[in-house]
């Protein structure tokens, strides 16, 4: 039925598969991201930028600056790195699903900037992502 549906209508179904895609990539980092750490580093971050903005015209103090951003980098990335790896493999069994469905299907003779499959997933999944992470208050 699904199947049916997708192949049927091809741009509402990979639309409508990417805003599951989102959702859950949304649900599952709202779930494991330590928010309020990673608000702590995105503060961090944004004083040492204005700090850098102030400083434009010392080239050591900037070099300072810049050394105290990059020792947030590894923590930043080990937090981020664990729902990476819990989507991972859904999403690409997901793109391989797409991926045989839709191969040979141009969904647009209109528009030759974006006629396959991949740029209408590609499209939707950044307006979805985003609208989800501001909803979930990720951003």
């Known amino acids: 039925m699904i199947t049916e549906f997708i ?40 004083s040492l930028r204005a700090e850098i903005k102030k400083n434009k015209d010392n080239p050591e103090k900037i070099m300072e600056l810049n050394k105290r951003m990059m020792e947030d980098m590894p923590e930043q990335l080990k937090h981020s790195f664990k729902p990476m790896i819990v989507t991972l493999i859904p999403l690409l069994i997901l793109l391989n699903y797409l991926r045989a469905t839709f191969a040979e299907t141009i969904l647009s003779e209109k528009f030759l900037i974006f006629p396959t499959w991949i740029w209408y997933y590609l499209i939707a999944s950044i307006v979805f992502s985003t609208i989800l992470r501001k909803l979930f208050k990720l951003q």
């Open 7 to 46: 192949q049927n209508n091809p741009r509402l179904g990979i639309i409508l598969l990417s805003f599951i895609v989102s959702l859950f990539i949304t649900i599952v980092n709202y779930f494991m991201l330590d928010k309020e750490k990673m608000k702590e580093i995105k503060e961090r971050q944004k």
